[in-house]
């Protein structure tokens, strides 16, 4: 057999170990290119943040790679100080809302309407 001829055999003719020999350095080329397809694309989306770190600076997608896990770091601790900031801000009403209604249902039972209640109703109601 001539040495080029195992390349021109048929598929038939190949064993399952010799088919995967020879997918095996096509598949790794697509692996390859797709990491560097999203690492690409990492850039693009974030192109202005590594310009305010490392204006004019050729990246290595290593760098890529860090700076995207940092920004997103930093993305999520302000979402979550942004999160618990409406939390709170919420908490704070809900029990206000709250108490006013205890309030108001604690001086509705008393029939007798004394000048205090009268103001204290007035201010609840600013």
Do not use: W
Request: charge should be positive; proline fraction near 4%; include cysteine.
């Amino acid at each position: 057999m001539a040495p080029g001829a195992a390349l021109t055999e048929p598929d038939n003719l190949l064993t399952p170990k010799e088919k995967n020999k020879l997918r095996k350095p096509v598949v790794e080329k697509m692996r390859r290119d797709r990491i560097n397809s999203s690492i690409e694309q990492l850039k693009l989306l974030l192109e202005k943040e590594f310009q305010r770190h490392q204006p004019n600076s050729k990246l290595e997608k290593a760098d890529i790679l860090e700076m995207t896990v940092s920004y997103l770091k930093q993305q999520s601790q302000l979402q979550m100080k942004t999160s618990f900031h409406k939390s709170s801000q919420f908490d704070f009403r809900e029990g206000y809302s709250r108490c006013l209604q205890e309030a108001f249902h604690f001086l509705s039972l008393h029939k007798v309407r004394t000048e205090t209640q009268s103001k204290l109703l007035s201010h609840f109601q600013k």
